[in-house]
């Protein structure tokens, strides 16, 4: 059986409430005096859920078909992650391998650990979870209010055209959220390579310039 549920997350910056006496209540679209939009991405995550029925020797032919069906029925492609919860105590690494070969052949790429769902995985059994995240920002373009109406206040169309392309071109939606860990490590020479060409080149104006015959055929 195929379920799904949806996890919302707001990826939104802080809005500081304004100092100054006009703005005394909560900062709208059409009260905006910041530097910052009340246009934030919001980043949604669908967890889909398929349970198939696996032993020690992996998954059958006909269970192989489901999950296939099933990924197709979903859409399945790149930018997704599948996921496989496996009852307590109980480990099918045949099983694991057939679902990582057939979302392979999808473009997805096995996440390391299984979202928290309700309810529990029964024995004899593994639950295939395919995770979907996206970001959008609702209610954009927003016009509700034609234009400055005054000095200290913004738009309410304000930033959407830049969250929405944001939220549109970001690789990861879940980045919106979390961001990336940094390296800590790192080459410095690699780092200082480019510097280190840039000063031992010899300057191309250095040359003296070519010299050219202004005379043909013997003359």
Known sequence: MSRFTTIAAVAALGLGASGCAFNQGPITAANNPTMNSVHQPIVERTDYVLEL????????ASEVQRLDAWLASIEAGYGDRIAIDEPRGYSSPMARQTVA??????GIVMADGAPILSGVVQPG????IASRTTASVPGCPDWSEPGIVATTTNSSNYGCATNSNLAAMIANPEDLVLGQQGST???????????GTYRSRQPT?????????TTTGGQ
């Open 53 to 60: 029925t696996a032993s020690g020797d992996g998954l059958s």
């Open 185 to 195: 490590s790192g080459s410095g020479t690699t780092a200082s390579r480019a510097v």
């Open 101 to 106: 070969q057939l979302a392979e052949q999808y």
């Open 125 to 128: 059994t593994i639950r295939v």
């Open 205 to 213: 104006g250095s040359q003296p310039l070519p010299t050219n015959s």
